[in-house]
């Protein structure tokens, strides 16, 4: 079993990234023309390694599934963009943005990288000014900013409630510049079906190119680089109903991981607690409401059984409560944080309540966000300037309308922390195969504060990526441009067409849809927001029918060397019921609760996460051992120098 | 509150982009008001493929309304007959029971039909490509405060900048301009200071690639703001022309 080497560079904490710039191998102009670059996904991760990449002079080639980069699922972030900045005069600093990080990921990431994500946060905010995104302005002409969850002070920046949407198409600007330039090449309606690794000179694998399909002609060609970064977001989508977008998928990370990349905490999902309730069995996704809603919304649910059920029933409508006979449950266990606590936090509590009986909506499985307070504070207008456009889309969506009623939101899967393990360099256990984003584990811990995956996606698009990957390079200018027609590609290609005849011969009765939802099901009912052993197992023994059911009955109508859309998800379903298998092996043998990862037999007797830092303080990576069997766990230790471990407290 | 509704679709079905398309009617039945147009074409999908059928193809992704595939021609209507909406934000319950509901791709020269409702929008990215950017590298720029921009200045750029790019505006003009979506652009940048450095080449660059990419001529129907579900307000395409006009007086 290999030693895990992050590669964490010598020196204090704030001097580690600085050192590792001044020491780290670079490429030269002329050589960098010579190196080509695949960059899998164009979200603000992809997007934006791609444009640096090719503005540095490397050769890039980029690759996404919708018809142009701008669709990427970052687009939907509403809420905003952390970075200490400093500029409220509030106690903002690096280390406080470093040390916010750190405890809201419940003190499961490692300190070097995320130091280093927030020394870097500041350069995120300027390049995004200098490229032109819109963000909020005060009328004194500088930068406005608001409150997320898990932090005192104000460092979000935002535009309106799309702040991802500006984001993602000032990278894709960026990019467009580079096309233009001659530096990228973007290849739009294509997926990446399979990694490939070519044996170097002293028969070390390395990862050199990507099979791919053609989602208009269905073709499967081939691409090679001398180095693959994939960017290709969380594995939400393994739940069917998630806020992810339909096209996200963790298919990517899964064929790094069968070639050998480490899996690390795959059981860290989040479940954000602001979503709008399931409503009906025809429903294909989930709607976030933004987090930035917590900063004015106040979240209660009634106090009395009595009444809960009335509301269930219809016979009261939230505004017959009075003000005395609400729960504002947060504010009342969290009286430090309130409505601003963190994500695992707030949607653990809710289920709580819920679990209790007090939960609203005809389902029972919901509580309110209410305006009232603040309307009666700020006024009807002000709250309209702030939220509009979410209030908007809530009343299309639900038909009430928020400024008269108060709005129904409940928990749902939203990010996944864990990810494609990759060392301080973002390189993964795969020598030239680097992961950036969500779809990455690195950052976020066992939980991710709002507004951090923007500013985690830039950071390691714009600002590390393009450095450490040099350092991988240096070693590569003397390789010359690859042929795709060696026989590892020959191979690659050939698994990817046996696996696509294997399941078009199915011929079974299930549509794709219907077995993903069955796969939900299990996921959220046995390795959602409350785990146990017993569950866990359930899931897997589930798990493994539904694989059954997937091999045996599946139904892709259609041919497969044409535009197939069946056929796009059923490889991607098959990934998913893998994915659900490694987070269940993971939940399984991490029996501690920490973040948005809670195993029922270990709370505190208040209902709070109970961590066992003496067994679990380290990063689980799972290495893929062939199919139908276990994977094999490292471990990653994570210590600890700069701060003091502590159990979360918002309470004071 | 809930209920369900029957209804005619009427679907344009097409192999490919060279092939014959036409219109196939199917029958929905009891379908919950509170699903969302593209929900109820996933029921449609759903029991296509159960009949071993192949489904009807469409754009979408988010489902939220913000990443721009969706792109339906719903009874006449670019994304419906809801204004300031997308097609995914569309709902049912805007429907009658009995209603015939004509479901077609966008229609314009410049983006030939793929398959079924799917379209190719490739000419939006190369008319990006084309300009609609600021010409910066990554790094070596100055502090986010060190230019000051009026509220109303970044409030007006933030209205442009809201373009979701889904092409609803050149499917509803008669033209197939292209207008709205490259003025949208134009507008968010020249209205900042960031943009206006290459404000006059940007706006000539995109108006270009726009020309000879086959979109069509603006005629001010107002039909494209009318329909764009972000409603892009024209006043970007008066801005657009100032900026092209200065620009040529420059040459």
Known sequence: ?652 | MEKNISFTLKVWRQRGPKEKGAFKEYKMQDIPTDTSFLEMLDILNEQLVNKGEEPVVFDHDCREGICGMCSLYVNGHPHGPSTGATTCQLYMRKFKDGDVITVEPWRSAGFPVIRDLMVDRGAYDKIMQAGGYVSINTGGVPDGNAIPISKEKADLAMDAASCIGCGACVAACKNGSAMLFVSAKVSQLALLPQGQVEAARRAKAMLAKMDELGFGNCTNTRACEAECPKCISISNIARLNREFISAKFKD
């Not at chain 1, 939907?76 to 470093?98: C, E, M, P, T």
């Not at chain 1, 000032?170 to 990228?184: D, M, P, R, T």
């Not at chain 1, 698009?461 to 020959?490: C, H, K, M, W």
Request: proline share 4%; glycine share 8%; aromatic share 10%.
């Open chain 1, 1 to 652: 079993m290999a030693t895990i080497d992050s590669k964490i560079p010598e020196g204090p904490l704030a001097e580690k990234w600085t050192n590792y710039k001044a020491h780290q191998k670079l490429v030269n102009p002329a050589n960098k023309r010579k190196l080509d670059i695949i960059v899998v996904g164009s979200g603000l991760a992809g997007a934006s390694a791609a444009a640096t990449l090719g503005d540095l002079g490397f050769k890039v080639k980029c690759f996404c599934i919708q018809d142009s980069p701008r669709r990427a699922h970052s687009i939907a972030a509403q809420g905003g963009i952390n970075a200490a900045k400093n500029y409220q005069n509030d106690g903002d600093s690096v280390y406080r943005l470093f040390y916010d990080t750190i405890k809201g990921g419940d003190y499961r990431s490692r300190e070097a990288n995320v130091y280093r994500l927030a020394e870097v946060s500041n350069n995120i905010i300027d390049q995004c000014v200098a490229q032109g995104v819109p963000f909020a302005r005060e009328y004194g002409g500088t930068l406005a900013n608001r409150s997320f969850g898990g932090a005192q002070v104000s460092r979000t920046f935002y535009a309106r409630g799309q702040t991802g949407q500006q984001l993602l198409l000032g990278a894709y600007s960026a990019l467009s510049y580079q096309v233009n330039q001659g530096n990228v090449e973007l290849f739009t309606r294509c997926e990446m079906l399979d990694l490939v690794l070519v044996k170097d000179e002293n028969g070390k694998e390395r990862a050199r190119g990507i099979i791919y399909r053609d989602l208009v002609t269905g073709e499967i060609k081939r691409c090679s680089a001398h180095a693959v970064v994939i960017g290709t977001g969380g594995y939400g989508n393994a739940y069917f109903l998630s806020t992810n977008a339909m096209g996200s998928n963790g298919s990517a990370a899964m064929q790094c991981y069968r070639k050998g990349a480490w899996f690390a905490n795959p059981a860290f999902a989040q479940i954000h607690p602001t979503c709008i309730p399931v409503h009906g069995d025809k429903q294909s996704k989930l709607t976030l409401m933004s987090e930035s809603l917590r900063n004015d919304g106040r979240i209660w649910v009634p106090k009395k059984l009595e009444d809960a059920k009335a509301l269930q029933a219809g016979t009261k409508k939230p505004n017959d409560i009075p003000d005395e006979d609400r729960d504002f449950y947060l504010e009342r266990r969290y009286p430090a944080f309130g409505n601003l606590v963190p994500r695992d936090v707030a949607s653990r509590a809710a289920k709580e309540r819920c679990d209790k009986g007090f939960g609203v909506n005809n389902t029972g499985l919901a509580v309110f966000l209410d305006f009232k307070y603040a309307i009666q504070r700020l006024g009807k207008q002000a709250v309209a300037d702030r939220y509009g456009n979410l209030f908007d889309m809530y009343e299309e969506i639900t038909d009430d309308n928020p400024y008269e009623t108060p709005m129904m939101i409940f928990p749902a899967i939203h990010y996944t922390m864990g990810g494609i393990w990759v060392d301080y360099e973002l390189q993964t256990s795969i020598p030239g195969l680097f992961a950036i984003g969500e779809c990455n584990f690195s950052d976020h811990g066992a939980n991710r504060l709002g507004a951090s995956a923007l500013m985690q996606g830039l950071a390691d698009g714009y600002f590390v990526l393009p450095y450490t990957i040099q350092n991988y390079l240096a070693d590569q200018i003397q390789v010359p441009r690859f042929s795709t027609d060696l026989p590892e590609f020959e191979a690659a290609e050939k698994a990817v067409k046996d696996k696509i005849e294997k399941i078009m011969a199915i011929k079974g009765t299930r549509s794709v849809d219907s077995i993903h939802k069955e796969l939900g099901h299990i996921m959220w009912e046995y390795v959602g927001m409350g785990r146990t052993e017993q569950s866990l197992k359930t899931a897997l023994a589930e798990l493994e029918k539904v694989e059954k059911v997937f091999w045996s009955d599946l139904r892709v109508v259609g041919v497969a060397d044409t535009l197939n859309i069946e056929l796009e998800k059923a490889l991607r379903l098959l990934d998913f019921i893998e994915i659900g298998k490694l987070m269940a092996y993971d939940a399984l043998n991490r029996e501690e609760s920490c973040g948005g990862h809670f195993r029922e037999e270990h709370q505190t007797p208040e209902g709070e996460a109970l961590r066992h830092d003496d067994q679990f303080s380290y990063v689980a990576c799972w290495e893929f051992q062939g199919e139908g069997k276990q994977p094999e766990l490292q471990k990653e230790p994570l210590n600890y120098e700069y701060i003091k471990v502590q159990t979360r407290n918002y309470k004071n």
